[in-house]
């Protein structure tokens, strides 16, 4: 279990490039499995969630492997439809796979997905969305089991769901006819897996609004794509430099995907510059507290931001309310921070931070991805020195926290 040690009260200052976004990836190297052929993934992060799909791309019989900054998938034979219980459990995001699994093999099984650190991860979404388009879904002990020739459908999703979305796209470019997705999830990532499928032969159209249309059956073939940089990773590293003072600027992602986040920022007190290719935040003084933050689905204030961004207000003059209606538990780092001095109070959904002069270091625990990252956010504006411990949960979505964090001036190392 890796532990990082952050003495506090740095600085950060320099330029650092923000590596591929997970969660254009995730659906991405499950859509490799639609084309027979070769796909080359570029600016593909070297995550444990990367190199998770790619072993589930390996058990379905697909050649996957790293090269440099791009991964190459060739999916011209599979002869597998089985994800493993293991892998499963190991990255409960491999649900993605349904789709494009069904839509080439014409069956697919893997146990059901549980819960997470985040709370109840419900898939019913994808079930109805596998079911509208042809496919027979049988869950039983924990498994699912689908299967079915597709045909094209109109699908309404009750939520914007990002997941059930690309589950729909990917299980929609096999489908035979036509296929609608009203109420769709509108991330970027969505926009990225769109352009990707289309690079291979397929037909998709409307990402990022609210409708996707999907011409089903058209063949397909492999393709060369690179991935957007990562929004959520670019949040948390304004964040630490909101939260640690002085200056940094990102490239790699479009100020765009995040602008939602660099206005708060630019409430509590930063300078934020916004260019074409890069994002520059300056922070010289002390942070004020900001009007209510309300997660929601994209573009709204992103749910994953939410945590790094309560590590910076923690320490501010003010009070800053937090309201997150996306997942349910999704504040497991308050206590965490508690423990460095900060003073938050929840009720349900909602969070009210009551900004402090200043945090001390502590030893605090991660419970999951991005409230990992914030407890690192807060340590480097603490007086002191803070060990946060399972840095496992960090991995999953950050290439090298240490190593771009280190490269800004911050003392972060892991043991
Ligand atoms: C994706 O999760 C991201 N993961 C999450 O990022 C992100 O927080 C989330 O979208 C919201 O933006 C990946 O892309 C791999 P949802 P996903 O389906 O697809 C409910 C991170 O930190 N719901 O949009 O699982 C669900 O319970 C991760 O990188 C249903 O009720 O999110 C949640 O409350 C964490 N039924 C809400 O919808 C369903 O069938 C939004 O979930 C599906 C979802």
């Known amino acids: 279990m890796s532990t990082y040690i952050v003495e506090g009260g740095r600085p950060l200052e320099g330029s650092v490039r923000v590596h591929g976004a997970k969660n254009s990836v995730l659906p991405i190297l499950a859509a490799c499995l639609l084309a027979p052929g070769e796909c080359v993934i570029h600016n593909c992060p070297e995550l444990s969630d990367v190199r998770a799909s790619l072993d589930i791309l390996r058990r379905l019989g697909c050649r996957a492997e790293r090269q440099g900054e791009a991964v190459v998938v060739d999916a011209s034979a599979p002869t597998g439809w089985e994800v493993p219980d293991a892998l499963m459990r190991e990255m409960r995001s491999s649900v993605i796979f349904l789709g494009a699994i069904l839509g080439r093999m014409g069956q697919a099984q893997l146990c059901a997905p549980g819960g997470c650190e985040l709370g109840p991860r419900p898939i019913d979404l994808h079930l109805a969305a596998i079911r509208a388009l042809g496919g027979a879904v049988e869950e039983a002990e924990g498994g699912l089991r689908c299967s079915g020739r597709l045909r094209g459908a109109d699908i309404v999703l009750s939520l914007p769901s990002v997941g059930a979305t690309e589950n729909a796209m990917l299980a929609a470019v096999s489908a035979h006819g036509d296929t609608t997705i009203t109420n769709a999830a509108r991330e970027p990532e969505i926009v990225d897996l769109q352009n990707f499928l289309n690079t291979l032969g397929a037909d998709v159209r409307g990402a990022g609004s609210s409708v996707i249309t999907v011409r089903g059956g058209a063949p397909l073939h492999g393709g060369e794509y690179t991935v957007m940089g990562d929004r959520i990773v670019a949040a948390t590293y304004l964040a630490a430099a909101a939260s640690a003072g002085g200056e940094v600027e990102l490239t790699g992602v479009d100020w765009r995907h995040l602008s939602t986040v ?61 309201v997150e209606n996306i997942f349910e538990s999704r504040y497991r ?3 965490e921070l508690t423990r460095m001095g900060a003073d938050i109070r929840v009720e349900g959904r909602v969070a009210v931070v009551y900004g402090v002069p200043r945090l001390h270091g502590a030893k605090v625990q991660a419970a999951d991805l991005r409230g990992g990252a914030a407890l690192v956010v807060a340590a480097l504006g ?4 803070t060990a946060v411990s399972g840095v496992r949960h960090i991995d999953r979505g950050y290439q090298s926290l240490e190593g771009d964090l280190s490269a800004l001036g911050a003392s972060i190392r892991r043991i």
């Open 262 to 322: 660099t206005a708060v920022l630019r409430e509590a007190g930063c300078a934020v510059e916004s260019r074409a290719a890069s994002i520059r935040l300056g922070c010289r003084g002390p942070l004020r507290g900001v009007p209510p933050v309300r997660t929601a689905p994209y573009p709204g204030f992103p749910t994953d931001a939410q945590a790094p961004l309560m590590a910076v207000m923690a320490r501010s003059s003010g009070c800053t309310v937090f």
């Open 333 to 335: 780092h308050v206590d």
């Open 382 to 385: 603490a007086e002191g020195r």
